[in-house]
């Protein structure tokens, strides 16, 4: 069983040395690290770590909290695939296909980006409406849409009364950014958190201008 662990640490030599240890104490091995951000004094990473069947995932945060300056923000199930180019690869994916460009974007994107669903949505002459959604995008659409046209990546405001209900109850968190177009964007969704860091809206920003420069 694998987990996405995201933690913030003090930003010192030896931290993560120590939080290896601390998570190779209760059985969890780390197979791949990803920078999040990083501020004066701490960083934030996401870990993905191996643990032993039936392993409660209550033992990893136990003991990484443990340890001096160390907080988990979130953790949960992961099953994506485990690599350090998936934005080139997804952007690979969408310019070489022949059709359904859109659809492929959205079914990656929560991989590359690591949330749960994403969708493209356009302004069309009856409002905003969802072009493509990836397989775990919500059946409730979101059907007004203040915030479009969008110019630029940005956290969206979760708790907001455009937001349906059932999102809400899940506590999505939400980012957008536009795809070549302020009337055309990307929306990703975060059931149950964490928020979107700084770094995370301007890297689905970045990719998403790059996609719609490949889209014309």
Known sequence: MSYLLRVQLPDRPGSLGALAVALGSVGADILS????????????DDLVVDVEPGKLPDTLITAAEALDGVTVDSIRP??????????LELIDQVA?????????????????????????IAVGPNGPYRVAGSPGAPETHALNLPWMPLEKPQLL?????????????????LAAAPLGSPTRVLMLGRPGGPEFRP????????LAGIIGTVLG
């Open 33 to 44: 690290l990803d920078v999040v951000e990083r501020g004066a004094d701490f960083a934030i």
């Open 78 to 87: 992961y099953a994506g695939m485990l690599d350090t180019h998936r934005e």
């Open 96 to 120: 070489t296909a022949r059709d359904g460009r859109l659809q492929i974007l959205a079914d990656g994107a929560p991989r590359v980006l690591r949330v749960g669903w994403a969708t493209v």
């Open 157 to 173: 405001d979760h708790e907001a009364g455009w937001v349906p209900a059932v999102w809400r109850q899940m506590d999505t968190t």
């Open 199 to 206: 770094s995370e809206v301007a890297r689905l920003g970045y």
